[in-house]
Nanobody, 124 residues
């Protein structure tokens, strides 16, 4: 069974950067496409970005295009989310999850496995 553990969240000021990590264990991470999702209080969960098993296809929500970069290191079983130019509206709990590989180019559709989440707060 796959286990996902996120880290890297924290409190930052607007304009600053954070890098989130999602470490997979139990099953080789390249078995799955992985996505990052966020949820802010009172808002629906949003698929922020996802990456295919082979790393050649990525998806970004319009709200983060040009600011966030997703990558994966299949040797380290880790998926990263580099977040630059953070805004207060980026605040929320960020979770990684396995997603449907075939749809990565157009959307992040979660399936099967979720991490516990890491909180990102962007505030001055």
């Amino acid at each position: 069974q796959l286990k996902l553990v996120e880290s890297g969240g924290g409190l930052v000021q607007p304009g600053e950067s954070l890098t989130l990590s999602c470490v997979a264990s139990g099953v080789s991470a390249d078995t799955y496409a992985i996505g990052w999702f966020r949820q802010a209080p009172g808002k629906e969960r949003e698929g922020v970005s996802c990456i295919s098993r082979s790393t050649d296809v990525t998806f970004y929500a319009d709200s983060v295009k040009g600011r966030f970069t997703i990558s994966r290191d299949n040797v380290k079983n880790t998926v990263y989310l580099q977040m630059n130019g953070l805004k207060p509206e980026d605040s929320g709990v960020y979770s990684c999850a396995t997603v449907v590989n075939a749809f990565v180019q157009n959307s992040c559709i979660p399936i099967d496995y979720w991490g516990q989440g890491t909180r990102v707060t962007v505030s001055s």
